[in-house]
């Protein structure tokens, strides 16, 4: 299993994909950080106010927007890749028990999901300390559940990476999968959970889900508690994972 997880991350570091998704992540979380900052502080019609350890939270929780979607699209090419590009069949013929080499890349690119987290979350420290300062906000890095959020963050942008690995082993399209999981993130599931009538189901989707689990307070929509969330999330990645390994034991990888 070591040289399997040492070979996935060699074939994600041979190319650059994963700096330019890396990249992008960082600058939209930038982006996120800074309009919170710019515009939400003391309008608390929709956000707590920045002062307060509510709205602290939510402001480290936009990393998860940043990273979570890229993260599962990172995935999804991991896998997605091999068959686009017929490098599956000597992969699976090196290694016959496909079980394996899914399990190698869900490992490797659950890794990698939880980087982008690491690195978002960076990028929003670097911006929201020195300019909450300088407007008189107190921002304690070790209180106010900046931890936990921090570290649902991490999580829940893993679990989008093993999503991402999980349905690109089910769909084998590359283009198909990346274009379902942007469409079900930009466009499915803010309709769905835009319809008050569907709240009570839209709170189990896995954005609402990681939103609950990294502590977001938003005064337009009611979250599960932390833990419902981070269960719920969990849930859909361990879902995806066991099904993208089960479908990719039992298919043709020509």
């Known amino acids: 299993m070591r040289r399997l997880i040492a070979g996935e991350f060699h074939k994600l570091l041979t190319t650059r994909l994963w700096l330019w998704l890396l990249l992008t992540a960082v600058a939209l979380t930038a982006l996120y950080a800074s309009l919170l900052i710019a515009f939400a502080d003391g309008d608390e019609t929709w956000t707590p106010s920045l002062d307060t350890a509510a709205g602290q939270q939510t402001l480290f929780a936009v990393a998860v927007g940043g990273a979570s979607t890229l993260a599962a699209v990172l995935g999804a090419i991991g896998i997605s890749g091999e068959f686009r590009h017929k490098t599956a069949?000597?992969?699976f013929l090196a290694t016959p028990h496909r079980g394996r080499v899914v399990t190698a890349k869900l490992f490797t690119y659950g890794l990698a999901g939880a980087a982008y987290a690491v690195a978002c979350l960076s990028i929003v420290t670097a911006i929201a300390l020195p300019w909450l300062t300088a407007k008189g906000i107190h921002l304690p890095l070790t209180g106010n559940g900046i931890p936990a959020t921090a570290l649902g963050t991490v999580a829940a942008v893993t679990v989008f990476a093993l999503i991402g690995v999980g349905l690109g082993a089910l769909l084998r399209d590359q283009v198909a999968t990346v274009v379902a999981l942007l469409v079900y993130r930009f466009v499915a599931e803010p309709i769905v959970t835009g319809v008050p009538a569907l709240e009570g189901i839209?709170?189990?989707?896995?954005g609402p889900a990681s939103s609950a689990l990294t502590q977001i307070t938003l005064t337009t929509q009611d979250f599960l508690t932390p833990w419902a969330g981070g269960l719920a999330l969990a849930a859909y990645g361990l879902a995806f994972a066991v099904l993208g390994t089960i479908w990719s034991m039992r298919r043709d990888i020509s």
Do not use: F, G, H, K
């Not at 839209?202 to 896995?206: E, G, V």
């Open 89 to 91: 069949t000597a992969t």
């Open 202 to 206: 839209s709170r189990y989707l896995p």
